[in-house]
């Protein structure tokens, strides 16, 4: 009778626990959803609709095997930031052996979610590796939904830019050269090589790589798919067709031979402002920062946005996405994943208040903070309110 009591007794708690309404970030900590679970969305984004954010990540599993796609893409809603309720698996991968593209085994990888207001769905592209082939594929995909929540319908996979050169491609650079085989990596030379297309010029027929990425929709409607591409080491920008399913041929890069990933990408005062990360593999690194007043650039890069303990590791993780706060102007959120390659469902979430020196995105570590860090009261005491 005692032993059933306390059962009794430490179930009303744990419900009781879980039932709490969160009032604020606590960056790196578990962060229960509705059920009490920590949410499994990882590399994720978030679409604002409707008076609601929805978040979309990778669904983790226990384990190695986790790092592939077992189960698919986890959706969760929320009215305040703080407080997720599980919506379910929004795109779910294909039985193992069914020859799908997305197939149990595969990998996705960074899902961004967007509305198109002229089709009236809700467009999901990611970063798809194929079943087998480790991260060869490099491909970029889109699914479809009439729901926010799912189930995303996948449509297909693409080599962005196949047949088409950047834009203010230099003619001379379009010309056969020494191929790769024939430079010394990350000598000055192989460098201007690769600023001057060599890693176009092989994908010309094919298509380019899209690996690591995020999509961009603009003031005019248009979209954007931003990723990283030329085995890694340049990241391009290309225009998305007006039902944001495909592209239109236009693109170009951004910070040849940079080696830069995890993009992460919001517009103020008319001007674009990019925050990635190095190529570490699961390591964390040193984030950069990059400022232009066009989406086709030029680029200007700039600072490690990261400032004071940690700032070389961006706090021990990687960005993957820059949210914009509903109804606050000019407010938005640095959304990063601690990784954990070896367990991959315990990754952690680091979300903290973005703010501007003037041109230069910066980061400060906040143990605790909310949405009032976006207020000038808020801003005055911190963001440990």
Known sequence: MKKSLLITALLAVAGLAQAQQRTAFEPGKVWPDNKGTHLNAHGAGVLYD????????????VGPKGNSAQVGVHCYSSKDLYNWTDEGIALAVAPAGSGSEIEQGSIIERPKVVFNKQTGKYVMWFHLELKGKGYAAARTAVAVSDKATGPFRYVRSYRPGAGQWPLGFNPE???????EASLKGWTPEWKKAVAE?????RDFEPGQMARDMTIFVDDDGKAYNIHSSEENLTLHVAELTADYQG???????IAPAGHNEAPAICKRGGKYYLITSGCTGWAPNAARSFVASSIWGPWQQLDNPATGPDADSTYHSQSTYLLPVAGRKDAFIFMADRWTPKNPI???????PLRFEGDQPRLQWADRWNLSAFDAAGAKRGVNP
């Open 346 to 352: 315990d990754g952690g979430y680091i979300w903290l």
């Open 50 to 61: 409707k008076g609601r954010y929805y978040l979309f990540g990778e669904h983790k599993i």
């Open 173 to 179: 650079w379009k010309k056969p050269v020494p191929n």
């Open 247 to 253: 592209f239109t041929g236009r693109w170009n890069t």
């Open 197 to 201: 297309g060599l890693f176009v010029r």
